[in-house]
């Protein structure tokens, strides 16, 4: 069975920055794209920014110059670097490979709250 570990979460004042890590069993990493969604409650899912096998990526528009996605092969671990945290990013933090759907395997994800 898969496993996906969400970390790095927390509470963080506006403006602030945190580092989510995301850690897979197995070799998931060298054979999908991977991405960080976020659901934020009574919101639907999200997909936040992906990064594909080859390294490219792609952030949706509401992170765009904010959030770096990044891979680290030694670690087989995949990383969000969010900087100028805003209030509306407050939600529970995913990774998964992608495209996933609401019927893949999701982990227990990590919270971010921004907030003074």
């Known amino acids: 069975q898969v496993q996906l570990v969400e970390s790095g979460g927390g509470l963080v004042q506006p403006g602030g920055s945190l580092r989510l890590s995301c850690a897979a069993s197995?070799?998931?990493?060298?054979?999908?794209?991977m991405g960080w969604y976020r659901q934020a409650p009574g919101n639907q899912r999200e997909l936040v920014a992906f990064i594909t096998t080859g390294a490219t990526t792609y952030y949706a528009d509401s992170v765009k110059g904010r959030f770096t996605i990044s891979r680290d092969g030694a670690n087989n671990t995949v990383h969000l670097r969010m900087n100028n945290l805003k209030p509306e990013d407050t939600a529970v933090y995913y990774c998964?490979?992608?495209?996933?759907?609401?019927?893949?395997?999701w982990g227990q994800g990590t919270q971010v709250t921004v907030s003074s």
């Open positions: 197995g070799s998931i990493f060298s054979i999908y794209a």
């Open positions: 998964n490979k992608y495209p996933a759907y609401e019927r893949s395997y």
